[in-house]
């Protein structure tokens, strides 16, 4: 709020010029008013999409979805035996981290393997992201409320920043830590971070999420270097509440 006014639940109907501005016409979502915001330039994320209508991959045997993208199986192998396929181009995460880790799952299935039974298949559960603006966002898993879609009972953490000593001593009053566990196993299910090193800081919880037992037992029983943000971490971790009904999530 400081730098830029968001505002969300609005679907864009139309951009048009006027003079020397930008104006966009919005429909809320909610109450149908439309609204018109000005600005100087128009920035859109129009995401990517599949160039497999110029590669025409299906030409060699390689099915094909219906957004274009390469159907692989779970070992990333494709409907052509002897043709495998990772990254972008298999239209799931699109990360370059994603796309190095599927590479090692690849080679691993055509170098290594010996028998079918040796074969590795690629592992999404605990996909991270960032978005290195600023702040720094961060998150991996599933959101509250993506866990209680799924019909799981949920435990939540929070954590301010300020509730470490480095946070106080850094005076980042807005960074937040909330953490996602399934309440009757202790399985980690996801993360979300925003504020100063969100992407180191969720790194540690991706390890936690590929641990045998995928829970916290490993943090709880680990010392934490102090004074250091990574206690903002612990904390989150060690102030878990069942999960209600919330108008606003905070």
């Given at each position: 709020s400081r730098y830029c006014r968001?505002?969300?639940?609005?679907?864009?109907?139309?951009?048009?010029?006027?003079?020397?501005k930008k104006v966009v016409s919005a429909r809320g979502t909610k109450d149908g008013k439309i609204r018109q915001f000005e600005g100087e330039e128009v920035l859109l994320a129009a995401g990517r999409r599949s160039n497999s209508d110029l590669l025409r991959p299906e030409r060699t045997g390689v099915e094909i979805d219906r957004q274009g993208w390469i159907r692989v199986d779970?070992?990333?192998?494709?409907?052509?035996?002897?043709?495998?396929?990772?990254?972008?181009?298999?239209?799931?995460?699109?990360?370059?981290?994603?796309?190095?880790?599927?590479?090692?799952?690849?080679a691993h299935n055509i170098l290594l393997v010996q028998g079918e039974?040796?074969?590795?298949a690629a592992d999404y559960h605990a996909v991270p992201?960032?978005?290195?603006?600023?702040?720094t966002v961060a998150g991996v898993g599933r959101k509250e409320s993506e866990a209680k879609a799924r019909g799981l009972k949920v435990l939540v953490g929070r954590a301010r920043y300020t509730d470490s000593a480095k946070g106080v001593a850094m005076a980042e009053e807005y960074g937040l830590v909330k953490v996602v566990l399934e309440e009757e196993t202790g399985r980690?299910?996801?993360?979300?971070?925003?504020?100063?090193?969100?992407?180191?800081?969720?790194?540690?919880?991706?390890?936690?999420?590929?641990?045998?037992?995928?829970?916290?037992?490993?943090?709880?029983?680990?010392?934490?270097?102090?004074p250091t943000i990574n206690e903002v971490l612990g904390r989150a971790f060690s102030g878990l509440e069942r999960s209600r009904n919330r108008e606003q999530p905070k």
């Amino acid at each position: 709020s400081r730098y830029c006014r968001v505002v969300t639940g609005y679907e864009v109907l139309s951009v048009e010029r006027n003079g020397e501005k930008k104006v966009v016409s919005a429909r809320g979502t909610k109450d149908g008013k439309i609204r018109q915001f000005e600005g100087e330039e128009v920035l859109l994320a129009a995401g990517r999409r599949s160039n497999s209508d110029l590669l025409r991959p299906e030409r060699t045997g390689v099915e094909i979805d219906r957004q274009g993208w390469i159907r692989v199986d779970e070992y990333l192998q494709t409907s052509k035996k002897g043709i495998w396929a990772l990254g972008d181009a298999i239209g799931k995460h699109m990360f370059r981290h994603t796309a190095n880790y599927e590479a090692r799952i690849v080679a691993h299935n055509i170098l290594l393997v010996q028998g079918e039974a040796e074969r590795k298949a690629a592992d999404y559960h605990a996909v991270p992201y960032a978005v290195f603006s600023h702040p720094t966002v961060a998150g991996v898993g599933r959101k509250e409320s993506e866990a209680k879609a799924r019909g799981l009972k949920v435990l939540v953490g929070r954590a301010r920043y300020t509730d470490s000593a480095k946070g106080v001593a850094m005076a980042e009053e807005y960074g937040l830590v909330k953490v996602v566990l399934e309440e009757e196993t202790g399985r980690i299910l996801g993360a979300s971070i925003i504020g100063p090193e969100a992407p180191e800081l969720i790194q540690q919880v991706v390890y936690l999420m590929n641990t045998d037992r995928q829970d916290l037992s490993t943090a709880m029983r680990s010392q934490v270097i102090h004074p250091t943000i990574n206690e903002v971490l612990g904390r989150a971790f060690s102030g878990l509440e069942r999960s209600r009904n919330r108008e606003q999530p905070k």
